[in-house]
């Protein structure tokens, strides 16, 4: 699979519509837990690895990472873990 690097790469792509479905049926750990919010590094690590067990996770990385998303633990990333891809990528670019 190709790497989608913006938005509308992502949105129109299949593995979208997959995370879109398989999101609105899944249970996810995140739901409800302060971790994936919370400014404390503990807790955010702590979230990041619930992450790992979720049905979803590759989906909701790719949206984090190509959306851009600054705030919170999505796809098994810290906002941290992010920005430091994001610095990579650009500097491969
Ligand atoms: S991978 Fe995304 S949807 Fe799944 S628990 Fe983590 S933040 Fe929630």
Redesign the pocket.
Known sequence: MSQATTRDDVTESEAWRTFLTA?SE?V????G?EE?TSDDDRLQRR??E??Q?????QG??TY?LATGERN?????LTALDRKRIRRRRSGAA
């Open positions: 999101t899944a996810t750990p995140c739901t837990g994936w979230a990041a619930l992450c067990g979720c049905a979803v996770l909701c990385r984090a919170g633990v999505l796809g098994g």
